[in-house]
């Protein structure tokens, strides 16, 4: 993954300075020339004279493949930039499509056992449930002496402690 610097490290190639001004290296190193000649360069649109003229073709051929080959860079890079994020940088964005999902990573530590929670509220009382049966006591019917008390049982139930 590359990440775009904030400095192209270069300067540009001249800047304009005063009238009759020879070339000369600034204190910031950029080429401060004559204010003639930048106008002059700064109105220049045709470049035929160049491949017209074969003595300045041939001195200067080697320059004009070196900047084809960056003019070439240069359109290739703005429409990779403008298909990758769009012409507006305030809503740049990557339109590219969504990659697969990587692997899940391994499980970490786990963590501590959290506190107890507070005890939650008492539900309502359910309905009544269906008598049920007496089946193993059913129909029992006698006395029986616990310590000091008899105790009396009729039809499988507890009727007196005396």
Do not use: C
């Amino acid at each position: 993954m590359a990440n775009i610097n904030d400095n192209i490290r270069g300067k540009k190639l001249y800047k304009e300075g005063s009238e009759g001004q020879e070339a000369t290296k600034d204190s910031n190193g950029e080429i401060v020339i004559s204010k003639e000649k930048a106008a002059e360069l700064d109105s220049l649109n045709d470049i035929s004279e160049l491949f017209n003229d074969d003595g300045l073709y041939q001195a200067n051929k080697f320059l004009l493949k070196q900047v084809e080959d960056l003019r070439t860079d240069v359109e290739e890079l703005h429409t990779f930039i403008k298909d990758a994020f769009g012409k507006d940088s305030t809503s740049a964005a990557s339109k590219g499509d969504t990659g697969a999902t990587g692997p899940q990573g391994p499980q970490g530590p786990k963590g501590d056992t959290g506190a107890t929670g507070a005890t939650g509220a008492t539900g309502a009382t359910g309905p009544q449930g269906q008598a049920g049966s007496n089946a193993s006591v059913s129909g029992f019917k006698g006395q029986k002496t616990v310590g000091k008390e008899t105790w009396t049982f009729e039809d499988g139930l507890l009727k007196t402690v005396k």
